[in-house]
């Protein structure tokens, strides 16, 4: 499935921050978001995910084509991670969670309660959600943080892995993950104007 | 949606998750009661019904910013907010669990509580039926408070002022079911109150979801 | 010209500010005849004496105190439906309006209340009704003052203006079924026979008029206040921006 973004502008804190962002991502291709921190790269894909509304522009397919993957991995502290990852499953109706476990390296750590997961072995579980929501375009936000060397490798090979059956992910990251048929776009050139008198309605208090 | 309510459900029993701590409050509720109005079991037969009633409300209204909160801060409402389930359905779920966490153990409970306030007799059944019919509304209604203050750091106490008022009506139905057969009222003498009841209890059920998948929404951007 | 216009801000600061003064000097007429009217050349009524003058700040001030939340419910719903910044920073500005109306309802209802009634307060379910809509605005200010985000804020009181106010109802409806009260019927209608007597009515009608343009005076003033605030917020979201 492509992705088509056309002249997309998204609002933070009521001002724009991003406009005129376009890009086509093919099936099995991956797209690396860049710039520097504040540019909108976490607004962009809350954007992307239906999370936000965009203040101009379209995004083709809709929200129900993408699963995104925050800071934060809505984790249970107090479920083991079969629990974690068979809730996500049973809620995107997805029958099976061993390929997801498998992937990321969770066998092991199946009957363990999250909550005495490392930071690492939370994030792996966090980005194993991914995997058992069976949807074609990946969203990831710095999805590298708090992993060591080998897992960064694991999540590279399953980003790879979901890129081969004709997936395709949107990544915001600063590290070169090493993906085959990863294109790069930099956000700082879509920076938003400040605002002009007339602009839109933000400006009618200027 | 019942991966979302079993899930709920399974998080309130285990440790931490807070179950049963709205019943402990009930009992104490009911315990500090004749502490302050006196033994007198004639006075307190009177105000049984009410008490319990009341004390059920707040047991409820205690346990209510756990509704989203917790969802909220570790990131799953955001994610339960890109799943393929409407934001409604899980404003519903999350009212369901929450009730069946809450209302339904107040509900069972509430008989035991009536013996140790000398409810009269007449009134055990009424009484269970009124929060059985009542508390549901109360769910719906918390959970709608819940989404208003989910995204505020300290949203518990602002809660509690958006959620009573809304809680007027209810409150009014249900105590007057539980009162009027406490006074021996057979079914003809309350009969319109606990109508009303139910109509407040179904009404809610059908159009609060939305307002608070709407505010949710509002509280995720 | 279409009315939606004056939802922009800048238009409406214009008209409002020439507005003001006029709106400002009626209600002071209005308020000063009516009251001085009301309290010192009416006869006193045979049963209640003097003390039946206070229904000209008590009438007044709960019609303003309910009709103000009908214009948050209204403002609300613009703001849902057409996005004008005006119509939810209008909705902020009346709430502490309409609930210092009420206080001064409530509070004038007691004391006309105590010699009529014996009692300072009753559970009636006029009395209640107002009680509780002052709960409602108690709310309906905390949440605005709670969010951050000026948007957030506006949007999340207009849902809970919206289902405050069908609970708002059905609580009126619940607390005439939980106590039928002691308060007369309606003072003022269009049906002459149920009104009360010629002699307080031009004075209460006066009365009520500088209520109504107290609140809308008010409601201008806090309102440009709130705009003139957004529009400082704007500036300093811009000057960051650079």
């Avoid at chain 2, 208003?148 to 959620?163: A, D, H």
């Avoid at chain 3, 009346?94 to 009692?119: D, E, R, Y």
Wanted: hydrophobic share 55%; proline share 5%; aromatic share 8%.
């Amino acid at each position: 499935m492509e992705v088509r973004v056309e002249d997309l502008a998204i609002v933070r804190g009521g001002l724009r921050v991003l406009e005129g962002v376009s890009f086509r991502l093919p099936s099995a291709r991956a797209l690396v978001l860049r710039g520097p921190n504040g540019i909108g790269k976490t607004t962009l894909l809350r954007t992307l995910a239906g999370l936000q509304p965009a203040d101009a522009g379209r995004v083709v397919p809709g929200p129900d084509a993408m699963a995104y993957a925050s800071h934060a991995d809505g984790i249970k502290a107090t479920l083991s991670v079969e629990e974690n990852l068979r809730f996500w499953a049973r809620l995107h109706g997805t029958a099976s969670i061993t390929a997801a476990l498998r992937d990321f390296n969770l066998e092991t750590l199946a009957e363990r309660p999250a909550g005495s997961l490392s930071a690492g072995q939370k994030r792996r579980l966090g980005l194993a959600r991914m995997a058992v929501t069976g949807r074609a375009v990946w969203l990831f936000d710095e999805p590298t943080i708090s992993l060591d060397a080998d897992s960064v490798a694991l999540f590279a090979a399953a980003v790879g892995r979901h890129l081969e059956v004709g997936g395709s992910a949107v990544i915001a990251t600063h590290i070169d993950l090493g993906l085959a048929g990863a294109d790069v776009l930099d956000l700082a050139p879509y920076k938003a104007a400040p605002p002009e008198h007339g602009h839109d309605f933000h400006e009618a208090f200027l | 949606m019942m991966a979302l309510i079993a899930r709920d459900l399974a998080l309130s029993v285990r440790a931490g998750g807070g179950f049963g701590l709205a019943l402990a409050f009930f009992l104490i509720v009911v315990t500090l009661t004749p502490f302050a109005v006196g033994p007198e079991s004639a006075t307190l037969s009177t105000i049984a019904a009410g008490i319990l009633w009341l004390g059920a409300l707040l047991a409820c209204l205690l346990s209510l910013d756990r509704i989203l909160a917790l969802d909220y801060e570790d990131g799953a409402l955001e994610l339960l907010a890109t799943a393929p389930i409407p934001l409604e359905g899980v404003a519903a779920a999350k009212a369901l669990a929450h009730w069946i966490t809450t209302g339904l153990p107040l509900t069972l409970a509430a008989p035991a509580f009536g013996v140790l306030l000398n409810l009269p007799a007449p009134g055990y059944v009424w009484l269970t039926l009124s929060l059985a019919i009542g508390t549901p509304a109360l769910s719906v209604i918390g959970t709608f408070g819940a989404a208003l203050t989910v995204g505020l750091k300290r949203g518990g106490l602002l809660l509690s002022l958006i959620v009573l008022p809304l809680y007027v009506p209810t409150l009014i139905f249900g105590a007057e079911v539980a009162r009027r057969g406490a006074e021996g009222q057979g079914l003809a003498g309350l009969s319109t109150p606990f109508a009303l009841l139910g109509g407040i209890t179904l009404a809610t059920i059908a159009l609060l979801p939305f307002a608070s998948a709407a505010a949710i929404r509002i509280n995720l951007r | 010209m279409s009315l939606w216009e004056y939802a922009n801000p800048r238009k409406f600061m214009a008209l409002s500010g020439a507005v003001l003064p006029f709106a400002a000097a009626g209600t002071a007429i209005a308020l000063v005849v009516g009251l001085a009217w009301g309290f010192f050349f009416t006869p006193e009524d045979y049963r209640q004496g003097s003390t039946v003058k206070i229904i000209y700040i008590h009438v007044p001030s709960a019609m303003v105190a309910i009709n103000c939340w009908l214009m948050m419910l209204v403002a609300s719903l613009v703001w849902l439906i057409r996005r004008h910044h005006v119509s939810a920073l209008a909705a902020k500005a009346a709430a502490p309006i309409g609930a210092t109306m009420t206080v001064i309802a409530l509070a004038t209802g007691a004391i006309w209340g105590q010699p009529m009634w014996g009692t300072w307060w009753a559970w009636d379910p006029r009395l209640t009704s107002f009680l509780v809509l002052f709960l409602f605005y108690l709310g309906y200010m905390a949440l605005w003052a709670a969010v951050d985000n000026p948007d957030t804020a506006a949007e999340l009181t207009s849902v809970l203006c919206i289902v405050g106010s069908v609970f708002a109802v059905l609580s009126r409806y619940a607390l005439v079924f939980w106590n039928q009260g002691l308060h007369q019927g309606a003072s003022l209608s269009l049906d002459k026979e149920e009104n009360v007597a010629d002699v307080f009515y031009w004075p209460l009608l006066i009365a009520i008029a500088g209520f109504v343009g107290l609140f809308v005076t008010l409601l201008l003033v806090r309102t440009r206040t709130e705009v003139r605030a957004r529009r400082l917020q704007a500036l300093m979201a811009r000057e960051r921006m650079g």
